[in-house]
């Protein structure tokens, strides 16, 4: 892979026409083709720890910085950003969370 970056990435990417979407904790959204060669990168402005999920030529993903963004998915250009009323918080953060506070929390793993 020819990608080289700090942070992590702690969600699952998203595969749609032979390019490989992926948020990171460096802030960024990425495009690579299956081969590791980036195509594009969006900066959100914090972590990315959301899935990206991709349709009709548009990428769709959660920031910390508590927005959603609609990326074209061949450019990586915004096409829109909603704020919303907080961040997206990976499954497994929001899990420990949970367990951390004391709160007794049911939840559903489909």
Known sequence: MNLHHRGAV??????????VYVGSENNNVYALRYTGVKVWNYPTGDAVL???AVT????????????????NATTGVKVWS??????????????????????RTTR???
């Open 108 to 110: 559903s793993t489909p």
């Open 50 to 52: 959301s899935s990206p």
């Open 10 to 19: 702690l969600a699952s990417p998203a595969v749609s026409n032979g390019v």
């Open 56 to 71: 009709n030529g548009t990428v769709y993903v959660g920031s910390e910085n508590n927005k959603v963004y609609a990326l």
């Open 82 to 103: 909603f704020t919303t009323g907080g961040g997206f918080i990976h499954p497994r953060q929001s899990l420990t969370a949970s367990c951390t506070s004391g709160a």
